[in-house]
């Protein structure tokens, strides 16, 4: 696919996602989807990008949908545009890469919601962040009247989703939607810093721990420390376990292999 609107760049095991239409703050529309779903198959396929940074051009991160393009569908249209941004948001939560959204402006609507998608997000100081569709006429549609009181709570996600009031980056963090918040020069700095980290660890722990999490927090606790306990069992087969454990007692850093 011949992407436009969204920038690519791999740097070892960390990649950069940059979303590129800042003259329309990042909106999304169909092609920009299009392109972000091609780059996260890319991504999964690579078979040695660990960590992803997704980013804004410009003063946005992602400041919604295209309400051009979108004022203008039926609802058959509709269907189509939620089913693609949840299948986009979806393969982002089951990809064994790490997303780090680094939040450097306007995140809203469909940005507030890509952003919760990701596994970590760092937000600039400068950063606004929310869910203001119900001043459109409409609520979100690709998975924030869901993950937002998953993340937040309900009575404090309905207020956001009620009102469409949209909250400093500040304000996220005290409510837990941010992991934290900088300066924006420090802003992916600190978001290359945490990828580092996380790319130094083993791939397949790596991808253990986004199933378990993602998983066990939509079941019952009893069946999510089951599946903890299977996910435990099937580490003690893999090398990293081994090399892991040997690093340990050999008092040095452990080398573990790529996927």
Known sequence: MDRQNVVLIKEGPIATIK????????????????????????????GFVKCAILTGEGKAFIAGADIKQMSGMDPMDAKKFARMGHAVLDSMESSKVVYIAAVNGFALGGG????????????????????????????????????????????????????????????AYRLGLVNRVTEPDALLPAAREIAGKIASKSAVQISFIKTMVNKGADIDLMSAKELEISYFIASFSTEDRSEGMKAFIEKRRPDFKDR
Do not use: W, Y
């Not at 952003?115 to 924030?144: T, W």
């Open 112 to 171: 507030c919601e890509i952003m919760m998608a990701c596994d970590i997000a760092i937000a600039s100081n400068k950063a606004k962040i929310g869910q203001p569709e119900i001043n459109l006429g409409i609520h979100p549609g690709f998975g924030g009247t869901q993950r937002l009181p998953r993340l937040i709570g309900r009575m404090r996600a309905k207020e956001l989703l009620l009102t469409g009031d949209n909250i400093t980056a500040d304000e």
């Open 19 to 46: 979303m590129n239409r800042p003259d329309a703050l990042n909106a999304l529309n169909l092609q920009t989807l299009a392109e972000l779903s091609d780059v996260i198959d890319e991504l999964e396929k690579d």
